[in-house]
């Protein structure tokens, strides 16, 4: 189990899981659910392997670490680079190799387009 699973399952575990971006409630350990919980991060589905940039930026960073796990916690947001989705929205996490944290484009995050046009009315609070 890597280091960055590890924290996430403690961290799920003590959530009390209600769903900010889709109404309803959920447990944190639902797979399925992406939304901010009631522990302040953003639970989702991702791309993996995914590179862990220093910065939100595609130039002038580099890789500190590697998403693997295909469902991660996210901290924060900040805009950014413009990247592949279309958007200029990078999510801070932390990396499944080393448990560095870093910054991940939100094309690689399954958030809607929505979301990741104001992370923070969703719920999730800017870096």
């Known amino acids: 189990m890597s280091i960055r699973r590890t924290i996430a399952a ?20 639902d797979m399925q659910i992406c939304g901010v919980f009631s522990d302040g991060l953003l639970h989702c589905r991702n791309s993996a392997p995914t590179s ?22 996210f901290i924060c947001w900040r805009s950014g680079d413009l990247h592949s989705g279309g958007n200029h929205t990078w999510y801070k996490t932390v990396g499944d190799d080393h448990g560095a944290t870093g910054w991940v484009p939100a094309s690689a995050v399954y958030t809607s387009s929505a979301f ?12």
């Open 10 to 29: 403690t961290a799920s575990t003590a959530a009390a899981a209600a769903v900010l971006v889709f109404p309803g409630t959920a447990q944190a350990s």
């Open 52 to 73: 862990v940039r220093s910065s939100p930026y595609t130039t002038d960073s580099w890789q500190v670490d590697t998403l693997r796990t295909t469902y991660s916690w």
């Open 116 to 127: 990741d046009l104001n992370p923070g009315y969703h719920g999730l609070r800017p870096c």
